[in-house]
C-alpha cells in the first residue's frame, strides 16, 4: 500500500484517552498528556515519512476551558514546551504549521511561540500540521456567519461562501478522521468539514497509539468505498 494510491490527502485525528491511559497507571493526567504529546510527535513524524499532505490534531477544544484550571494550565505548559522543543525538528522535517481555533482565546505567551513556529515554517514545503487549539465546530460555522454579516458581502449566503470564511478554508476536507480512545463520536471537530470523512475508532488510549495503529486505520481506510453520497459504477 502506498499512500499515493490511496487518495488520502488529510486525517484529522482526535486523541482521546490520555486521562484514562493515566488513571490506569495511577498516575495523574497530566502524566497522561505528556505521554500523549509523545504519541502526538510520532504520529506527525509517520504523516510526514508517508508523504501525506494535511494533519490536523484536536489539541484543546473550546469545552476543555471547562477542565479544573490546573488542568488547563499545564496543558498550555505542555503545548508551549513542545513547540519550542520541536520548531528545529518541525524546519528539519519541512513541516508547515498551522492552527485552527480562536488562538485569541490562549494565554497571550502561547499566542507569542505560535507566531514564531507559523512564521518560522511558513515557506516549508511538506505535512501541514494544523493544531486545532481552543476549537470548537460550531464556534467556527458561527465565527464564519459572523464574518459574512460584519463584512456585508452577500446577503444569501451558500456553501462556497461559508467555506471561504472557516477559519482556513485553504486546508482541504479531511478523508479520515480516527479517534482514540474507543469513543463513536465528533465531540465538536470540524463539523463542517467532516461532512464526507471516513471515521475510524481506535480502541487505544492516545498515548498508546503508535505507527502500527495509524497504518491499520490506512489499511481500513483503503478497503472504503466513498461514494459522496453517489451511486458506483
Ligand atoms: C483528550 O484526552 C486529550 C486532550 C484533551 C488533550 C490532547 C493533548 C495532548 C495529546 C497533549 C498535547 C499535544 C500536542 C500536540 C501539543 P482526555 O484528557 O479527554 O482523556 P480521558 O477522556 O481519558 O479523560
Known sequence: ?????????????????????????????????KEGAKSAKKVIEACSDLNISYLTLYAFSTENWNRPQSEVDSLMSLLSLM????????ERNNIVFNVVGRVEDLPKSVQNIISDVIDRTKHNTGLVLSLALSYGGRQEIIDAVNKIIVSKKSEIINEEIVKNNLYCPEIPDPDLIIRTAGEHRLSNFLLWQSAY????VSKKNWPDFKKKDLMEALKDFENRDRTFGKLTD
Do not use: Y
Not at 513547540?83 to 518541525?90: A, F, P, R
Not at 470523512?197 to 475510524?200: I, Q, S, V
Open 197 to 200: 470523512a471516513e471515521l475510524f
Open 1 to 33: 500500500m502506498t499512500v499515493n494510491s490511496l487518495n488520502l490527502n488529510h486525517i484529522a485525528i482526535i486523541m482521546d484517552g490520555n486521562g484514562r491511559w493515566a488513571k490506569d497507571k495511577g498516575m495523574d493526567r497530566i502524566f497522561g498528556h
Open 83 to 90: 513547540l519550542k522543543n520541536e520548531i528545529k525538528e518541525l
